[in-house]
Structure formats: C-alpha cells, structure tokens
C-alpha cells in the first residue's frame, strides 16, 4: 500500500513559520498541521493545493507518494 509523505516541516520551518501561521494561512486547525508533519495525516487536494500554492511550489515538489516495502 502506498502512503503520503511531506515536506511541511521542512518547508515551513526554512520560512521561519510556525505551525499555527501555516494553519490559518491555509484554513485548517494547528493540530491539522501536527498530524500531517507527523505523517498521521492524508490531507485532502484541496488542502495539499493549498499548502504548496503558499511554500509557492507545485504540490509535487511538497508531497509525494511512497510505496510500502512489503
């Protein structure tokens, strides 16, 4: 099975935000934000779309699909 994997953290912290700034520049919650870094989280496209269209990226370049090694 297939999973998401970011780079949220990555991005956001090079930008000097903070999850909570990320959040609400994007309409979702902190703990939204938690749980995607932390991998726990499939965002939706929408909400991927707007992620990257904030980091100023195509949604590729901030997620990516990682095949499960079974």
Known sequence: MATIANRVRELREARGLSQGALAEAVGVTRQTII????????????????????????????????EDAR
């Open 35 to 66: 749980s995607l870094e932390k991998g726990g989280y499939v965002p939706s496209l929408l909400l991927a779309m707007s992620i990257a269209e904030r980091f100023g990226m195509a949604v590729e370049d901030v997620f990516s699909k990682e």
